[in-house]
Each structure stands twice: as structure tokens, then as C-alpha cells.
């Protein structure tokens, strides 16, 4: 009885696996979209704002940001990958 309880929690899992990867890959491909989305956007508006100044202070300051964003998507894909990489461990 225990090896038909166990065996059966294989199949259903092994039924169930790839339906699961698919939704993992999807959330993830729809986190990263929106991410990328939204550090386009601020890109968008401090280039925008760097335009709209005149005072050197405040361009060295949008500069300076420009560059946290940058930071940002690199930590951003450091830890996708990072992140994957521990979900595979677990799978």
C-alpha cells in the first residue's frame, strides 16, 4: 500500500512536472519583461530630465543615477540567473 501511495506521487508528479516548468518559465519571462520595461521608463525620463536641465549640479546628478540604473539591471541579471540556477538545484 505504501509503494502504490508512493508510486503514484512519482506519476502525479511526474505528470505535473512539466506543466509546473512551463508556468515557472513563464512567470519568470514576465518578471524580467517587466522589469526591463520599467528601467526603460526611467531611462526614458532622466534622459528626458538631462534635456530639460541647464543647471550642471542637477546633470550630474541625473548622470549619477543613470548609472544606479545600470547597476540595478546588472544585479537584476545577476540574480535571474542566480536565482534559476538555485530553482534547477532544488528541481
Known sequence: EKF???SLAFKTDKFTLGKRLDLQLRQRDIAEKNIETELKNLRESLNALNQLCTESDMRE????TQQHVDIVQQATMRMS???ETYG???Q
Open 4 to 6: 502504490a501511495r508512493l
Open 61 to 64: 546628478i541625473i548622470t549619477k
Open 81 to 83: 540567473s542566480r536565482a
Open 88 to 90: 534547477a538545484i532544488q
